[in-house]
């Protein structure tokens, strides 16, 4: 299952651009900082090689974390599920998720789930280090912002309105 769901998300990273080759060492490097080191320390690591999904480490606390669009992330199993629902365009699971996206990120649309690069229109935003919930949960958190172009040094629900949508939590 864990498999299934990060072959899913290597072949959206694939398909949205990849950042340039790494050594495994400078991989790893760039996955450590992407949680705690007490949640990295203890994840299951993959990386996208080759077309195929390579394990480097095999965890025992249940989050997955690999390097994705240059953005290191730490993913708990119902936030995998959730994934793989947003990148195959699948309702998302009736499960809440946490995501540790703590070295920040390359930006998004903040409006659509699947724009892959900053256009007019798009609403791209850029969070840098934090932690994202998503699943139904963040359907019923009611006094965070939802506007298109949101503080993002302050929580606020990316993609508002769509299956996907999910709660941004900046980390300073």
């Not at 990386?47 to 025992?60: D, I």
């Not at 969070?127 to 019923?140: I, L, W, Y």
Request: with cysteine.
């Amino acid at each position: 299952m864990i498999y299934r769901l990060c072959a899913a998300a290597w072949s959206m990273a694939a398909m949205a651009g990849m950042a340039h080759a790494q050594t495994q060492d400078e991989y790893m490097k760039r996955v450590m900082a992407a949680a705690p080191p007490q949640v990295v320390q203890n994840a299951t690591i993959v990386r996208m090689e080759n077309g195929g999904m390579q394990t480097l480490q095999k965890g025992s606390n249940q989050f997955t974390c690999m390097v994705a669009k240059g953005d290191p992330m730490c993913l708990d199993p119902n936030a995998m599920e959730w994934a793989n629902a947003w990148q195959t365009h699948a309702p998302p699971p009736d499960k809440t998720g946490f995501v540790y996206m703590l070295a920040g990120d390359t930006g998004a649309s903040n409006t659509d789930p699947y724009a892959t690069d900053k256009k007019e229109g798009n609403h791209w935003i850029e969070t840098g280090s934090h932690v994202m919930v998503v699943g139904p949960a963040v359907k019923t958190m009611v006094g965070y912002p939802r506007a298109a172009d949101p503080d993002p040094t302050k929580p606020y629900v990316m993609w508002a309105g769509t299956p996907y949508e999910h709660l941004m939590i900046p980390v300073r």
